[in-house]
């Protein structure tokens, strides 16, 4: 009798635990708020000199040369926010609003993922989590500053 009453408490303790620890990194529906954005900064040559420099092609950098006025300007295309962590079994949704710039065509390489953000329009791509590792949010037109890193968390 008391050999049975100890299995029973056993296996209550040892099942609580196991829930306990499934229940810690059970999957959860995540709704990711993210905007295409263009941040942009300028100075007149009088102040600063116009870069020597040229930056990196691909279309997620723009400098423009000083105007009649002697102002340039510099801007770059990114997601916001650049980084998104979430748990390997989660369900994904990324809900994306399109500030700057007409169009992004978008791929999330190893999730076999692509749409289309555009500008005043929310985009939503709903997946499962199921690889664990860092996948590129990449913009086609705007490289290489407009990828973000999706970050799954392996299972432990
Ligand atoms: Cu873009």
Not at 20 to 43: C, D, F, H
Request: with cysteine; proline share 7%.
């Amino acid at each position: 009798m008391i050999k049975k009453l100890f299995l029973l408490v056993t296996v209550g303790v040892l099942t609580l635990a196991a829930c306990g620890r499934q229940s810690s990194s059970a999957p959860v529906e995540r709704t990711i708020y993210m905007a295409a954005v263009e941040p942009k900064g300028g100075q007149t040559i009088d102040k600063e000199p116009f870069p020597a420099e040229a930056l990196p092609e691909g279309g997620g950098y723009i400098l423009k040369e000083p105007n009649t006025d002697g102002r340039w300007e510099v801007e770059t295309y990114r997601w916001d926010p650049g980084t998104i962590v979430v748990n390997q079994g989660d369900i994904v949704t990324l809900e994306i609003i399109g500030i700057n710039g007409a169009e992004h065509p978008f791929t999330i390489a190893g999730y076999n993922l692509s749409d289309v953000v555009k500008r005043g329009q929310i985009t939503r791509v709903t997946f499962t989590a199921d690889k664990p590792g860092i996948f590129k949010i990449a913009c086609g037109v705007h490289l290489p500053s407009m990828q973000a890193d999706l970050v799954v968390l392996p299972k432990q």
